[in-house]
């Protein structure tokens, strides 16, 4: 796991954009970038369980009620 002091080296065009954006949300930039990478992995995640769901959503397949699983 990375440590807490890891840093992330971005284009000077990127820097300037995150900075103009997080003055105009009265953010820090850390606050901001953290705020968008835990937002993209969050979104990779979606698309991963979408893509699983996509693969195993086929036609015929049998389909269980939420009300008919039998929870432990």
Do not use: C
Not at 35 to 57: G, P, S, T, Y
């Amino acid at each position: 796991m990375a440590g807490s002091n890891t840093s992330i080296a971005l284009s000077k065009e990127t820097l300037e954009d995150l900075a103009r954006l997080a003055k105009a949300k009265n953010q820090s930039i850390q606050e901001l970038a953290e705020e968008f990478i835990q937002e993209a992995i969050e979104h990779e995640e979606d698309m991963a369980l979408l893509k699983l769901a996509v693969q195993r959503d086929v036609p015929g397949a049998k389909r269980i009620k939420y009300e008919d699983v039998k929870w432990k």
